[in-house]
Every structure is written in C-alpha cells, then in structure tokens.
C-alpha cells in the first residue's frame, strides 16, 4: 500500500478540496484490509474516493483517503445465458465498457459520461434515463464490502436482502466495496432522436414524453419556452451520426464558455444566450445512430456545480411549471441552459431517490466560465424549496 502525505484532493469540477491527513492507495484487495486495520488502530475514519466526480464535497475529508483505482480488474464471467460480469470496485465505468464490449455485452444504461468507478457511480444512485430502467445500482447482483471490523461481507438479494438494499447506495459509509457483480445485456445500438417541442406541449403531453422512447430525456431551456425532447430506441441500423467541429467543439464549447464568461460582467446577456443556445443547437430535429454508450455518455463541457433532485413522475410538470415562473418573473436570476430531466423506475434500494416510486430527476447548472463564480444562491434556494415541498429527495451526490 502506498502512503502519502501532504496530498490535496480536488473534485473534477474543482469547487471543493481538502487535505486528507493520510491518502491511501490500495494496489490490492489485502491493501484494503491493512488500510482498514490501520485506521481502526489509530481511531480514525476512511473515506474511499473513486473518480472525484461528485460535484458536492461527498468525497472529501480530513481524516484517511483511500484511493482503489488499482482494484480495476475483471474477477470472473459467467459463461451462461445471464451475462454476469464480477469486477473489483475500483473499475471506472469506461474500462467496464471496454470489458464488455470485447464481450458483446454492454451496460443496460448510463448516465452522461462513464468517468466515475463503478462502486462511486452505485454509492451515490447514480442513474442514466429511462422510465423502465432503475439507478445504475439496480444492475448489480452482489457486492462485496469489507467493514470497519475488517470483515468481509458477500450481500446478494437472496442471501441478505437487507444489507444488499442498504448497501447499494451507502455514500461510503458502511465500508469499502471492493467487488461488484453486474448484470448485462447483449450489446446494443441505439436510435437517438431529438425533437425541439414548446414547454406547455412537453407539460401537456406528459406521459407521452416519459415512455415515448425506450430512453427518454428533454431538455428545458431557461428564459425560453422550448425544450429538446429525446428519444433513445433500439436499433440494428448502422452508425450513422454527422459532427462539425465547428458546431460542436468551436460554437459549442469554446465560444459558449466564452459568452457565459460575458455575461458574467453583464448578466442580462443571459436569457439571450439561453434563446441562442437553443436556436443554434436544438431548434431542428435531428437523428443519429450509434452503439449504446455513445449515444448515452456526452460531452458534459466545463466546470460546473450542478444541483439535481428526484421526484414522483407524476408531481415534476408542477415542479417544472413552478421552476418556469419563478425564473420568468424574479429579476436577477441567472439560469443557464439547460435544465436537464431524465425518468428512472422505481426501486426498493434504502437510500435511493427513487426507492418505492417511479422519479423524475430534475437537474440544474450554473456553468463556472474559466472557473469564475457565477451568482446561483437564490436561483437554487427557490429550486430546493419547489423540490422539498412537492415530497423530492436530492441526489447523494450533487
Ligand atoms: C460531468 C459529470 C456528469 C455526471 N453525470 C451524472 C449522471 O448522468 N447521472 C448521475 O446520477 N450522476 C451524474 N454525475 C454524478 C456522479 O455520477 C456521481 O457523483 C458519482 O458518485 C461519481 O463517482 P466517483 O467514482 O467519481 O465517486 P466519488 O465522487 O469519488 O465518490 C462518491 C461517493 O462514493 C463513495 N465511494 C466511492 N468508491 C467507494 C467504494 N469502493 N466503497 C465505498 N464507497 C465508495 C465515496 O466515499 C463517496 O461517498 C455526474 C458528475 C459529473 C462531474
């Protein structure tokens, strides 16, 4: 095990930090026990941390930082028909990707990027969209966790269903996970398509939007009433995408973060930026087709402190509705595109935001041009209260 000093852990949006007294890094499974041991013997917490991506300060502390990234191994694969993968928890979602796409297999559903580990992607309810798809969570079979005690539990749904549905989103706090198993599907290609809909037609035709696709999403545009609804469906079509890098990387990334860092001198230039970001990227249909992960994962851009909550499906067009008019009539209010709202299935994982309902999470941004701060206190206290009165639950990690 190897045991620095003096290491300063940021997170990737780098809007937190901290100074772990002692940073630990496991290059194997015996590494955790002895981690484990050491702390225990000198009373004192570990924090495992995976890829940093929490956008809250989740990862952080003072106490010992244990770091698994060399835990990233395949353990074993089942050679029936249930495609079960065994990996050590330390996996980032990508080499797991890799891992099963050499298999022909794929993840049944991502999120937006696959940067995270797997056991930091679980722990914190980390979900893709899609009405009938759980959290990410829900495609695991086992997991094995080692505790304070240094022992070292097996939990399935069968064996202990209990601590299985505990463990699965346990913020790091019941021990370090040191091996999943995952349940895969054969590899898949996927249809995305992209629809530019008004608001009030998205609000009207609710249910529509939710199960409209196999993977739905839409996309709310602040100081404008239009939405980009997508539709993401199996297909066995070719790849078939169109990119310009002018669009995409030139107007998309680099000139976007430089007119966001504009308006952080002139604020009003705000809703403006919103209606063009819409206009120039979403306001025309669009189709492409490509394998699963690419059509799931896309480029998050620049820094950024998101905040994002779950709630019951059928509560969020109030939610929406009461978020449109609070930003339509508070002067002052800086929100940037886009609001973000994905559909996850219901679950009976403790701590999960969707546990025991079918959730709709709504997300919000305030990009940081250049790392400069952006006003967002009022905009996200008003959200916050939207969420907690209409009964929604955050997200662990944001
Ligand atoms: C650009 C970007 C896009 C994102 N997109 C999405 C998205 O689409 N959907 C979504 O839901 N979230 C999304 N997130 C949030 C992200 O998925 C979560 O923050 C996730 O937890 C990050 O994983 P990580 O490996 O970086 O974990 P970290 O942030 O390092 O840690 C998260 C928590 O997991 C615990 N943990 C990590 N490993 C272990 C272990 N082995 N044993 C026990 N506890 C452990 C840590 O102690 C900590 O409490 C996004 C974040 C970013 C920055």
Known sequence: MLVRKGVVFENWARTFKCSPELYLEAESEEDVYEAITLARQRGKRIRVVGSGHSPSDLACTSEYMLNIDRLNKVISVSDGQNRIISVQAGMKLHQLNKA????????????????????????????GTGIDYGILATVITSLTLI?????SHTLTAES?????HAALCSLGCLGVITRVSICAVPAFRLACTASPMPFDEVMEKWDEVVSGGEHAR??????????TVVKMDKTDEPISKTSSWFKQTFLGYYAYEFSLYLSTFFPGMTPFLNRK???????KPSRTVDDSVN????????????TEWAIDVKQAPEALRQLKEFIDTTPGVIAHSPVEVRFVKGDDIWLSPAQGRDTCYIGIIIYLPYGKAVKHKKYWAAYEKIMMDLGGRPHWAK
């Not at 991502?110 to 580990?117: A, F, P, V, W």
């Not at 505790?147 to 022992?151: E, L, P, R």
């Not at 970001?277 to 306001?283: A, G």
């Not at 059509?295 to 998101?306: A, E, G, K, S, T």
């Open 147 to 151: 505790t304070s005690d240094g022992i």
């Open 295 to 306: 059509v799931f994962n896309f480029d998050c851009l620049f820094r950024q402190l998101v």
């Open 218 to 227: 839409f996309w709310w545009f602040p100081n404008t009433d239009q939405c």
């Open 277 to 283: 970001h819409f206009s120039i990227f979403f306001s």
């Open 100 to 127: 099963l796409a050499v298999r022909g297999w794929a993840m049944p559903n991502l999120g937006s990027i696959s940067e995270q580990s797997i056991s930091g992607a679980i722990s914190t309810g980390t979900h």
């Open 160 to 164: 202990s269903p209990d601590y299985f």
